[in-house]
């Protein structure tokens, strides 16, 4: 529970970021709302000798329309997006999926844009996006690029990110049509054991902690837009997946679990 | 109005606390204190091979590194830590020194120990230690211990420590189960459990400048114990040490023992002269704080044709870890005597045998024993209800001690005799509170529906042995210790009353209640009392808080040296109103002459009356100052009716505890806010085995989830808002008629909840559930069903 020792610096600018995170390589992360690195750092997992603190970059905190899709500030916290009137006019799924992260404390810290770069396959909010079908915006050295969610996880915490880029913003459609999340997890501040999120009535399907990246439930999906019955597309959920195993589940109860809940989202998106 | 015995009085520690303003171990320090980095063993059993040092001792702020080997040595110590309770003449006790010298038996044992002048630093060089191991094959099971293909000590040709037995009378028993018209048997899992409470375990040693002295500031529970057993183990002198537990965030037994740290930071200060510290990392825990339970438990009943219960014969095999700690064995033979429960049943057998692991120590956890064999008791009863085909209620009903009436002085097969009970109010009372009928309509309709969420209902009719101990019991048990409770009462010459517990506090409310006696005893305002406790200097003799022996032992002794207090005061009153004592009489904490009541004297004004000592009654002695030292002459004897409700999505097996009741009976309630207060943290410690925790190791002996994140402690969103009420049965043990209430919630909860899942499981053929009931089990139990609707 004690960290490694690290220097300590707070960015100014998105570009200070970027700037020291080229001059400090692989020694440097960037610190956020800190409640996935700091753990990690306690039990020496990560041992950065450099953080760079981008949590207090408050011009990339916010939530607006823009032309068809909502843009979301990187540093934008969960606890933003739970009360924002955008989101529950606009993407309610993002409100909803924000409001079951963790407990009070960690929606008040966590980000947005670090739960994405923490690229965590049992996180919430990374398959609410990737089931919206959103984009990552990244900056890095020259300039910014979007990366399509469905891009963007590479593996256990990996994503496609330069050591030197940022993200700096989120964007997901608009839009309130037949959406749905299913968490089941055994106690309230917990991860999903498996999580279940269904976006425009079931043509974006994504899971939790059933592989390890958020991963779309791309076999059901297809059945649905083939015309295939909720229990049918339902019972194709597990499909291709690798579902980790741990004391909470094994793979064969995660694969039941991803066919019930989607099931349940299904209906509950369509009903 | 004064608060008395009786009144919902708010904690008169809570301020403080609450505020942030009390001081614990880890908000003391002293200047030059160095910090200990433990360097733990990562091998459940292992030869360590070397040990290298040099790169610790280079890092910045290190002072010193030693290992096991340099400690051995040093002869810091005289004897190995304690165990107190060698249950056995025979028991197995391998030497448990604090730093392990050639062979780790444990993940988190000590190897060597790192002084440094932070915490981050002894930490930082802890971890550069670098020390080589040789695996050995390990026991990571209760189950591999007995199989005994491999020994958990290297050195020993078994790994079974002693065996236990209690059969007071075989032949009955054996008859009893030659006779059964019905008989059922069960094989039931105490899953390991972490303490866990909310301060972690922490100490810091500090020698003074000249003469030999050691304050000891300590996390603990027992600070008395402690002192003796450092003196015991190191060989200084007991005037020597001064002990002192400054607020204690919690224990739960945990913090009940003279673990390594305690000894390492003891002699380290006394031989380097500076104070010496640690506080132990959360994660830490899980090998350097000893856990609770670890048992298998057999046990099978016995029934007549009318489903009266004839006999129970049990046997435990039970994980003492890799060590004994300070009352390890004890532990699960302190549920030998409540197999039978609160039935009356003739005959008990009860054997066990205790088995080294290498695993983390066990010993006291919340109920201690008393938990175990209250599931295991109140399991079989739903299994023979089952079997017999009557209700959980009926079977109960047929086998409460006196039918369910009200009864002193009772027998039990066991050999104790329960002081009293009066079983059945509770049991209608909750079952009434539950609203337990209707739920049984509910359930019908869900089942005949065929929805997902399917109801559950359990309950669990439970007694307890509380007020550790007459000292004579514990003597029989062959325990190194007594059971008494000292209690000084001092009025002072201001009209304050001086209190000084022996028992010591650590989150239970000693400063209210005891405020509270002494108001109902001396007619004073509580906030005219103090509370003395938790220091060796201030309060030299005390036996500590443990077992739910706190009001039922030092509770009362406190009492008992008011009145004495009271008595004396009264020759003084009688001499002030030149009458005969006889003619003196005290109400509301006044003396007044019988007939006479414009003359009186308040017992605070005689405080200073007998400190200036001008005019006392010839022969008397100065000062207003009683102690006491009570030996309760037997046990107290809780109980009371716990119903559980849950609900079960048979999609998913998520269990949620949507509704719970109990209904206690502690005897006399001191304070019912304080009884509210532990029956609720006991209820949900109590369904926390039942639904969430478990340490579990692999078969090599590591542990997989000593973290928070893994280690499931529930939270309040996961319990519903308890329902109590309480019945009141005084005990006969003692004059206040007090009982204690301090584990009855986790005594009476496990087998509720377990009860309420097999009961909403039983259309699909479940009889049994183990612990923790974790969905991914309930759903398998579900999906092997072979009744079922799904
Ligand atoms: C007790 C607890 C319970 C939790 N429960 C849940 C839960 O139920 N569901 C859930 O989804 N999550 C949960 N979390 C995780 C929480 O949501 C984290 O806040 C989140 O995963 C990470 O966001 P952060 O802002 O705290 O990132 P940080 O911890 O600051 O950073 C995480 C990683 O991302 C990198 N990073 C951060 N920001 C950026 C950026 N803009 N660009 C590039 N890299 C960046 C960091 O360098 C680091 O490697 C829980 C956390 C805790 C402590």
């Given amino acids: 529970m004690i960290p490694a020792a690290f220097d300590y610096t707070v960015a100014e600018s998105a570009d200070h970021a970027i700037q020291l995170l080229g001059e400090y390589g692989d020694e440097a992360k960037l610190l956020a709302g800190g409640h996935s690195l700091i753990p990690m750092m306690k039990y020496r997992l990560a041992t950065p000798t450099q953080l760079i603190d981008v949590g207090r970059l408050d011009d990339l905190s916010y939530i607006r329309r823009e032309n068809g899709h909502i843009a979301i500030g990187a540093m934008t916290k969960h606890a933003q997006l739970e009360t924002s009137d955008v989101l529950a006019a606009d993407c309610p799924m993002l409100q909803h999926v924000a409001a079951l992260v963790g407990d009070p404390s960690v929606r008040h810290r966590g980000t947005l844009g670090g739960t994405l770069a923490h690229s965590d396959p049992a996180s919430d909010l990374p398959a609410a996006v990737l089931a919206l079908g959103g984009t990552i915006v990244a900056q890095g050295p020259n300039g910014t690029r979007e990366i399509a969610s469905s891009e963007f996880f590479t593996g256990y915490f990996e994503s496609v990110l330069a050591e030197d880029e940022m993200i700096v913003e989120v964007k997901v459609p608009a839009g309130s049509a037949g959406w749905n999340y299913q968490k089941f997890n055994r106690r309230a501040q917990d991860w999903a054991i498996v999580g279940v999120a269904v976006a425009d009535g079931g043509s974006g399907i994504s899971l939790v902690n059933m592989g390890s990246t958020p991963i779309r439930a791309t076999a059901a999906e297809e059945a649905l837009a083939g015309g295939a019955s909720i229990a049918d597309a339902a019972a194709l959920a597990a499909q291709d997946t690798d579902p980790p195993e741990d004391l909470n589940a094994d793979g064969e109860y995660r694969a039941h679990l991803a066919r019930v809940l989607t099931q349940r989202a299904l209906e509950a998106a369509n009903g | ?790």
């Fill in chain 2, 1 to 790: 109005m004064t608060a008395t015995i009786g009144s919902r009085m708010l904690r008169k520690e809570d301020p403080k606390l609450l505020t942030g303003e009390g001081k614990y171990i880890d908000d003391i320090h002293a200047p030059g204190e160095l910090w200990m980095g433990m360097v733990r063993s990562t091998m459940g059993h292992a030869t360590i091979t070397s040990i290298d040092t040099s790169e610790a001792m280079e890092m910045p702020g290190v002072h010193a590194v030693y290992t096991g080997e340099q400690l051995q040595e040093m002869g810091l110590w005289i004897a190995p830590l304690p165990c107190a309770w060698p249950v056995t003449e025979d028991m197995v006790n391998p030497p448990h020194f604090p730093v392990a010298v050639g062979e780790a038996k444990h993940v988190g044992e000590i190897v060597a120990v790192v002084l440094a002048d932070s915490r981050y630093g002894a930490a930082d060089a802890a971890e550069k230690v670098i020390v080589d191991y040789d695996s050995l094959p390990a026991v990571g099971s209760i189950e591999a211990a007995v199989a005994g293909d491999v020994m958990a000590h290297s050195d020993l040709e078994s790994n079974k420590a002693f065996h236990w037995p209690l059969i007071p009378d075989p032949e009955g028993t054996e008859k009893a189960f030659a006779e059964a018209a019905h008989t059922v048997e069960a094989r039931f899992v105490q899953q390991r459990l972490i303490p866990a409470p909310m301060e972690p375990r922490g100490c810091m040693a500090i020698p003074s400048p000249a003469g030999g002295d050691i304050t000891f500031y300590s996390a603990t529970q027992v600070p008395h114990i402690l002192k003796v057993m450092i003196a015991a183990t190191t060989g200084i002198a007991e005037s020597k040490i001064r002990v002192i537990a400054p607020a204690v965030g919690g224990g739960f037994g945990g913090k009940l023992n003279v673990d390594a740290d305690a000894i390492l930071s003891v002699t380290l200060a006394n031989h380097l002269g500076v104070p010496v510290r640690w506080t132990e990392s959360r994660t830490e825990a899980a090998g350097s704080s000893h856990q609770g339970r670890g048992q298998i438990q057999y046990i099978s009943a016995a029934a007549d044709a009318d489903g009266k219960i004839t006999s129970v014969k049990v046997h435990l095999d039970a994980d003492m870890g890799a060590y004994m700690m300070l009352i390890t064995p004890g532990v699960p033979l302190l549920g030998s005597f409540l197999y039978t429960g609160v039935y009356d049943i003739p005959n008990l057998s009860f054997t066990c045998d205790g088995y080294f692991t290498n695993m983390t120590p066990t010993d006291a956890y919340r109920g201690a024993g008393r938990p175990e064999a209250s599931y295991a008791i109140e399991r079989i009863m739903d299994m023979m209800a089952h079997e017999i085909g009557i209700t959980p209620e009926e079977i109960r009903a047929r086998n409460y001690i006196a039918g369910g009436e009200a009864f002193e002085n009772y027998d039990a097969a066991s050999t104790l005799v329960f002081d009293s009970g009066h079983y059945r109010p509770a049991h209608d009372r909750a079952l009434e509170m539950a609203k337990v009928a209707d739920l049984r309509a509910e359930q019908a309709r869900r089942r005949d529906a065929g929805e997902a969420k399917q109801l559950g209902i359990g309950m669990c009719t439970y007694v307890e042995i509380c007020g550790l101990a007459p000292s004579r019991a514990l003597g029989g048990l062959n325990y190194g210790a007594g059971g008494w409770e000292h209690a000084t009462v001092r009025m002072l010459p201001t009209g304050k009353v001086e209190v000084v517990s022996g028992s010591t506090p650590h989150g239970q409310g000693h400063e209210t209640a005891w405020s509270q006696i002494i108001a109902d005893k001396m007619g004073v305002d509580p906030n005219d009392v103090e509370v003395l406790h938790s220091d060796t200097a201030k309060s030299p003799l005390g036996l500590d808080t443990y077992g739910s022996r706190s009001l039922a032992v030092g509770g009362v002794a406190i009492a008992m040296a008011a009145d004495k207090v009271i008595e004396k005061a009264k020759l003084i009153a009688a001499h002030q109103f030149e009458a005969a004592p006889e003619d003196v009489e005290f109400e509301a904490g006044s003396f007044s002459v019988a007939g006479t009541p414009s003359k009186s004297v308040h017992i605070q004004e005689l405080g200073f009356a007998a400190f200036a000592a001008h005019d006392l009654p010839d022969g008397m002695e100065p000062n207003l100052q009683e102690q006491v030292s009570f030996d309760p002459p037997n046990f107290a004897f809780p109980f009371g009716t716990h119903v559980a409700v849950v609900e079960i999505d048979t999609g998913t097996g998520g269990v949620e505890l949507i509704d719970y009741v109990a209904v206690d009976d502690c005897g006399t309630q001191v304070n019912p806010l304080i009884v509210e207060g532990q029956v609720h943290g006991g209820i949900v410690q109590g369904a926390a085995q039942a639904l969430f925790e478990v340490a579990n190791y692999d078969e090599d002996a590591n542990i997989t989830n000593p973290s928070f994140m893994d280690y499931l402690v529930p939270s309040a969103a996961e319990m519903p808002s308890i329902q109590l009420d309480s019945t009141v049965t005084p005990s006969t043990s003692n004059p206040l008629g007090v009982k204690g209430v301090g584990e009855a919630g986790t005594i009476g909860s496990a087998a509720a909840v377990i009860n309420a899942i097999c009961d909403g499981l039983s259309p699909y053929g479940v009889t049994d559930m183990e612990m923790p009931a974790t969905p991914q089990r309930v759903w398998q139990a579900i999906n092997n069903s072979n009744g079922g609707a799904a």
